[in-house]
């Protein structure tokens, strides 16, 4: 079974940049879509991006423009670009296959931006 560890996050100020990583134990090519996904204190978790094999990605409108999502399978690795960081971007961040709940949940990274 595919094992997924976010990292990357960390404590930066509005419009700043940090670049999560989703490291997986075994081959992500097998799981067609990865997403990226993130939970605010108190809030119901969000899918922010995903990626499919092929190039598709998809983002939610609140980071749309902002943010990029890129994958490389031969490092089995999804990535997690993200520029002019809001307050409101402040979560916890996790990635997972976007397509099925099997693989269990990471601990996620945490990324806290302060105005």
């Known amino acids: 079974q595919v094992q997924l560890v976010e990292s990357g996050g960390g404590l930066v100020q509005a419009g700043d940049s940090l670049r999560l990583s989703c490291a997986a134990s075994?081959?992500?090519?097998?799981?067609?879509?990865m997403g990226w996904y993130r939970q605010a204190s108190g809030k119901q978790r969000e899918l922010v991006a995903a990626i499919r094999n092929g190039g598709y990605t998809h983002y939610a409108n609140s980071v749309k423009g902002r943010f990029i999502i890129s994958r490389d399978n031969a490092k089995n690795t999804v990535y997690l670009q993200m520029n002019s960081l809001k307050p409101e971007d402040t979560a916890v961040y996790y990635c997972?296959?976007?397509?099925?709940?099997?693989?269990?949940w990471g601990q996620g990274t945490q990324v806290t931006v302060s105005s």
């Open positions: 997972h296959d976007l397509d099925s709940d099997s693989l269990p």
């Open positions: 075994g081959s992500i090519f097998s799981i067609n879509a």
